[in-house]
């Protein structure tokens, strides 16, 4: 878990980085009753990093560090609302409702990058 704040730049790196795990992890469900028993288990594993992941950015929020303002006002609840959003099951199998879920999650954090790219610095 991370003990700093972080940059206006580190936020837009890290909703890129969800961003791109987002965008592979709804290519390989996309037609998900092709899936092999490897790109099953490949889709769970990526699911449950993705999850945590997002818990542990949340917990950085609690853990006393003092946020900066693009943490507080876009990151923060952009984080928040993906992790609440994110409701499939890594136990179940992937399915067009993995991928629908998924996409509604990258909005959120499209939206925030789009917050963050035109922040008044």
Known sequence: ???????????????????????????LVDGSSALTAEGIAEARERLKNLKACLERDIKRQNSG?????????????????ARADLLVSAASRPSDEWFSNLYGVQITIHHALEQLENWER
Do not use: F, G, N, W
């Open 65 to 81: 560090v003092a946020l900066t303002h693009p943490e507080q006002a876009v990151y923060m609840p952009a984080i928040m609302q």
């Open 1 to 27: 878990m991370s003990t700093y704040s972080l940059s206006l730049d580190q936020c837009r790196k890290s909703l890129r980085s969800y961003d791109a795990e987002i965008e592979e992890l709804m290519e």
